[in-house]
C-alpha cells in the first residue's frame, strides 16, 4: 500500500571519522498501481505535497528520531538500555525567525552576485552554523530556526541537495513544524521530480526567514 523512499545514510566517511553526526531520511508515499516496475518509480515521482509521512533519523550524541505523520511534527530519543524511542519533542514548533544562518559559504565565489548579496545582508543579523552533513543541519534548524540555503551556483547549476531524497522530506516537516522551503520563488512541495536524481536549489527555515 506505501511507498517509501529513502536517503539511508548521509554524511560522507571523512565527516563520520571526524566524529561528525549522520543521519538517515525518509518519506512515504501511497503506493500507484501499474507502470512498468511495479508503480514503483510512479508512486514516488511526484509532488511533496502528496507525502504521507516524512522523518529523519540523526546519529548525534544522542539518536534522535523525528517525524510526521501530516499531524504535526515530534521528536523522539533512543533509549538504549530501554531498546526503544520515546517521545521527547512532542509537536515541535519553530520559531519564526532564528538567530542562525546555513550556507556554505566556500562556495560564494560560484554563486550569482543576486545570491551573494542576498546572503551578505542575511549575514548581518544572523550566526554562521553549518556542519556540511545535512540531517545535522536540518535538526538544528528545525529545533532553533533560522535559514538554510544550498544554492544553485556555477558548478551546480541545479544546486547539490535533491528533491526526492532531501529537499521534499524537509520541506514536509519545515511546513508541518510552521516553517517553510522554497525552490527559488516556487515551495518546494509543489515541486513534480522528473527524475529520482533531481537536483533543487533549495532553502528552508523559520517562515518569515524562507519569505
Ligand atoms: O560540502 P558541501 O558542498 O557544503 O555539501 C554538503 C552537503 O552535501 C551532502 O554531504 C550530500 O552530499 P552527497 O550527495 O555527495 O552525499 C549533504 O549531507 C550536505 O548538506
Keep these: 500500500r506505501f511507498a517509501v523512499v529513502v536517503d539511508p545514510l ?5 565527516k563520520a571519522d571526524a566524529g561528525a553526526s549522520s543521519g538517515t531520511i525518509f518519506s512515504v508515499y501511497s503506493a500507484r498501481a501499474g507502470g512498468e516496475e511495479g508503480g ?14 516524512a522523518g529523519y533519523v540523526v546519529f548525534g ?30 509537536q515541535l ?18 554563486w550569482s552576485e543576486a545570491m551573494a548579496l542576498h546572503v551578505d545582508l542575511v549575514s548581518q543579523s544572523k550566526s554562521l552554523r553549518y556542519t556540511g552533513t ?21 558548478r551546480r547549476p541545479r544546486g547539490k541537495l535533491r528533491l526526492l531524497f532531501q529537499a521534499a522530506p524537509v520541506a514536509f516537516l519545515m ?9 527559488g520563488a516556487e515551495r518546494t512541495l509543489e515541486i513534480e521530480p522528473g527524475t529520482l536524481n533531481q537536483c533543487v536549489p533549495v532553502a528552508f527555515g523559520s517562515r518569515s526567514d524562507v519569505d
Design 40 to 53: 514503483t518509480r510512479a508512486s514516488v515521482l511526484r509532488r511533496g505535497e502528496e507525502m504521507l509521512a
Design 61 to 90: 550524541a544522542a539518536t534522535q528520531l523525528v517525524l510526521s505523520v501530516g499531524r504535526g511534527v515530534d521528536g523522539f530519543t533512543l533509549h538504549p538500555s530501554l531498546g526503544c524511542f520515546t517521545l521527547t519533542r512532542p
Design 134 to 154: 545535512f540531517v545535522a543541519d536540518v535538526h538544528r534548524t528545525l529545533l532553533y530556526g533560522g535559514v538554510f540555503f544550498y544554492p544553485a551556483s556555477s
Design 93 to 110: 514548533r519553530m520559531p519564526h525567525t532564528g538567530r542562525f544562518y546555513s550556507v556554505n559559504l566556500g562556495h560564494r565565489r560560484q
Design 10 to 14: 548521509g554524511g560522507d566517511a571523512e
Design 175 to 183: 511546513e508541518q513544524a510552521g516553517g517553510g522551503s522554497a525552490c
